[in-house]
């Protein structure tokens, strides 16, 4: 059973009127895609492979930072002489071999973690509107949530590509309450990361991280956050 949700919470879930959660990190645990769709786009352009571990830390900041940031871990390893000059250069192959990739294998390797239907459940019984709101491309998020039985509680979707900034920008978030029609102050962030608190904080928006994630390997809890929740469920 998950633990007592905190009278804290309890009364900022009484303040707001709409929520918009994450994705990655916070509804599913997609790093097993990420590590097989990237390690393919390697092997494809004869790189070498990366470790699931490594990619944790550079997930959160949209797709084009992360193939950015796996080339340079990688190229680091060959030693190769101009690095920041190769990135540029295999950057449209690697775009479009990782594409195809991870379109190929979405949702295959990553799971919805414990309590994400029974969250989203308590949430809409409370009367809030939702929206999914992710710096994934939208095109690999819609397939994703579908696949997982997650899309139908969702009135918006919004992906990295959606707006011109992603998290933690606060534009997304802005766009997202002005698509549902409502005020940033009432609307509930629901995250993982830094990336997530640093926008809702800018959106004047609150924000609750679950403890779980990708968080750039940092502690979850040393964010500024409003709230912090072990599962979903706890949002009940």
Not at 95 to 115: E, K, P, T
Not at 156 to 163: A, E, H, I, L, R
């Given at each position: 059973?998950?633990?007592?949700?905190?009278?804290?919470l309890?009364?900022?879930?009484?303040r707001?009127?709409a929520?918009?959660i994450?994705?990655?990190?916070?509804?599913?645990?997609?790093?097993g895609?990420?590590?097989?769709?990237l390690?393919?786009?390697?092997r494809e352009l004869?790189?070498?492979?990366?470790?699931a571990?490594m990619?944790?830390?550079m997930v959160?900041?949209?797709?084009?930072?992360?193939?950015?940031?796996v080339l340079?871990?990688?190229?680091?390893?060959?030693n190769h002489?101009?690095?920041?000059a190769?990135?540029?250069?295999?950057y449209p192959s690697?775009w479009?071999?990782y594409?195809r990739h991870?379109l190929?294998?979405?949702?295959?390797?990553a799971?919805?973690?414990d309590?994400?239907?029974a969250?989203?459940?308590?949430?809409q019984?409370?009367?809030l509107r939702?929206?999914?709101l992710?710096n994934?491309?939208r095109?690999?998020?819609?397939?994703?949530?579908?696949s997982k039985g997650?899309d139908g509680y969702?009135?918006?979707v919004?992906g990295?590509?959606?707006?011109e900034?992603k998290k933690?920008?606060p534009?997304p978030?802005?766009k997202?309450?002005e698509a549902?029609?409502t005020?940033?102050?009432?609307t509930?962030?629901?995250?993982d990361?830094?990336?997530?608190?640093?926008a809702?904080r800018?959106a004047?928006?609150p924000?609750?991280l679950?403890?779980?994630?990708y968080?750039?390997g940092?502690?979850?809890r040393?964010v500024?956050a409003d709230g912090f929740v072990?599962?979903?469920?706890?949002l009940?």
């Amino acid at each position: 059973m998950p633990a007592a949700v905190t009278p804290s919470l309890s009364t900022l879930l009484t303040r707001v009127d709409a929520a918009i959660i994450d994705l990655d990190g916070t509804m599913v645990d997609t790093m097993g895609d990420f590590n097989e769709a990237l390690n393919r786009m390697l092997r494809e352009l004869e790189l070498p492979s990366i470790a699931a571990q490594m990619i944790e830390h550079m997930v959160g900041k949209g797709s084009e930072h992360l193939l950015r940031s796996v080339l340079h871990h990688v190229l680091v390893q060959v030693n190769h002489a101009s690095i920041a000059a190769e990135i540029e250069a295999l950057y449209p192959s690697a775009w479009a071999s990782y594409q195809r990739h991870y379109l190929a294998i979405n949702g295959q390797y990553a799971g919805v973690y414990d309590g994400v239907k029974a969250g989203l459940q308590a949430l809409q019984a409370r009367g809030l509107r939702l929206a999914c709101l992710t710096n994934k491309p939208r095109d690999f998020a819609l397939p994703l949530l579908q696949s997982k039985g997650l899309d139908g509680y969702f009135e918006k979707v919004f992906g990295g590509d959606s707006f011109e900034r992603k998290k933690p920008d606060p534009l997304p978030l802005l766009k997202t309450c002005e698509a549902l029609g409502t005020d940033p102050a009432r609307t509930l962030m629901v995250g993982d990361s830094s990336n997530d608190a640093q926008a809702a904080r800018a959106a004047g928006c609150p924000v609750v991280l679950v403890t779980y994630g990708y968080n750039h390997g940092q502690p979850v809890r040393a964010v500024d956050a409003d709230g912090f929740v072990d599962s979903l469920a706890q949002l009940t």
